[in-house]
C-alpha cells in the first residue's frame, strides 16, 4: 500500500494521488466503474476527437457515460483547433464534466499527422493557445504529454512550463518519447525536471505494474501523483493494492463489469468487449492460453458466463 494523499487539481479536490490513465478502446464506463471501486482517486473515459462533437454527436455519447460512483467527471479531447476546443469544453454535453484533460502525447500515425496529439510537441505556439483557448471555458483544464518526440527532442520541462504559463491546472508527464511509443525504458528524470521545474501537480506515468512500480516512479520522480493504463487493464485491483481499498474475487469483479455492460451497451459488442477483458484477467493463469483460445470463440453471453464459470468456478 501507498501513502496516498488528496490531489488539488485548481479548486477540485481529488480523493487520492493514484488515477487511471485513458485508454481507447477499454476505459469505458463499467470499467472505470471497477477501477474507482477498488480505490482509483480520478479515471478517465478514452480520448475523444474534438470534431466529433460537431459531426458525430451520437457517437460520443457512449463515451461519455457516466453514473453517480464516479463523483469527478473528466473527459480527454484531442485536436488541433483552438476555437474548436474551445466550443466543445463550453458546451451543453460536456456541462457536467469537472475537468478537461487535453491529449498531446498520443503517438499514433493517423492521429500524428494531422498535428495532433503528440505533432504538438512540436509546436509550443500552438500547443500554449490550445491552453489558454480551452482555459476560457472556465473548467479546469489538464495536459497528458510524452517526454519528446525522441531522444534528441527531449522537451520535458520546457512543456511543463509551457502548460503552467497557459494556464493548465495539472500535467501529466508519460515518460517515454513518441519513437517509444508505449515500450522501453520510462524516463524517471525527465518526469523529475518537470516536477522541479512548475508548481501545478504533476502526475507521473509509465511502467506501474505493481506496488513496487509505482513506489519507484513516485520516490524517483516526486511526482505528485501517478497514473496507470496498462497495469490497469490486466488487473482493475491494482488501485486496491496501492489504496488499501477492499479487493473482491476475479469472478465477482468480472461478473460485475459483465452486468454493467450488458446495461449500457448491445449484446454483441458486451461479447466482443469482455471476451478481450477476461483474457486480459486470465493471463498468468494455470491453463489461460487453452481458455483464451475458447474465449475468442465464445459469440454469446451465455457462452461467455458458462466459460467464466468454468475459468472461476463458485465458492
Ligand atoms: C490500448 C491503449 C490505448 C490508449 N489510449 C489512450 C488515450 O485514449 N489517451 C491517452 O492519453 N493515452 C492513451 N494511451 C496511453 C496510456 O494512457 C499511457 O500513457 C501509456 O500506456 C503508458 O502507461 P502504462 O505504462 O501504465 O501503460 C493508450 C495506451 C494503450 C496501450
Known amino acids: 500500500m501507498l501513502a496516498t494523499h488528496e490531489v488539488r487539481i485548481g479548486d477540485l479536490v481529488v480523493p487520492n494521488n493514484v488515477f487511471l490513465a485513458p485508454l481507447a478502446g477499454y476505459t469505458n464506463y463499467p470499467f472505470r466503474k471497477q477501477c474507482l471501486k477498488y480505490g482509483a482517486g480520478l479515471t478517465f473515459p478514452e480520448m475523444m476527437n ?27 479531447l484531442f485536436g488541433k483547433d483552438p476555437a474548436l ?26 492521429i500524428v499527422k494531422n498535428g495532433e496529439g503528440s505533432a504538438l510537441l512540436s509546436d509550443f505556439p500552438l500547443a500554449s493557445e490550445i491552453i489558454r483557448e480551452v482555459k476560457k471555458s472556465g473548467k479546469r483544464v489538464s495536459v497528458k504529454f510524452r517526454v519528446g518526440l525522441d531522444e534528441k527532442r527531449i522537451v520535458t520541462e520546457d512543456f511543463a512550463k509551457l502548460c503552467e504559463d497557459a494556464g493548465a491546472d495539472m500535467i501529466t508527464v508519460h515518460g517515454r518519447t513518441r519513437e517509444q511509443v508505449y515500450a522501453g525504458e520510462v524516463r524517471y528524470d525527465e518526469i523529475a525536471r518537470a516536477k522541479q521545474a512548475v508548481r501545478i501537480p504533476v502526475i507521473a506515468n509509465g511502467g506501474v505494474m505493481d506496488e513496487e512500480s509505482a513506489r519507484l516512479l513516485l520516490d524517483r520522480t516526486g511526482a505528485d501523483g501517478i497514473m496507470i493504463a496498462r497495469g490497469a487493464l490486466s488487473n482493475p485491483q491494482i488501485f486496491a493494492d496501492l489504496t488499501g481499498a477492499k479487493k473482491d474475487s476475479k469472478r465477482q469483479m468480472i461478473l460485475e463489469e459483465l452486468e454493467d455492460t450488458m446495461r449500457l451497451f448491445s449484446p454483441h459488442f458486451t461479447v466482443v468487449f469482455m471476451r478481450k477483458m477476461v483474457a486480459f484477467y486470465i493471463k498468468g493463469m494455470r491453463d489461460s492460453v487453452r481458455f483464451k483460445d475458447r474465449l475468442f470463440r465464445a459469440e454469446t453471453e451465455e457462452a461467455l458466463r458458462a466459460l467464466i464459470d468454468e475459468i472461476f468456478p463458485e465458492g
Open 50 to 76: 474534438a470534431r466529433g462533437f460537431l459531426f458525430n454527436p451520437k457517437g460520443t455519447e457512449a463515451l461519455l457515460h457516466t453514473e453517480e460512483e464516479e463523483k469527478i467527471k473528466t473527459v480527454q
Open 85 to 110: 476546443l474551445r466550443q466543445v469544453a463550453e458546451s451543453e454535453t460536456l456541462s457536467k464534466v469537472d475537468l478537461v484533460d487535453l491529449n498531446m502525447g498520443c503517438p499514433m500515425p493517423k
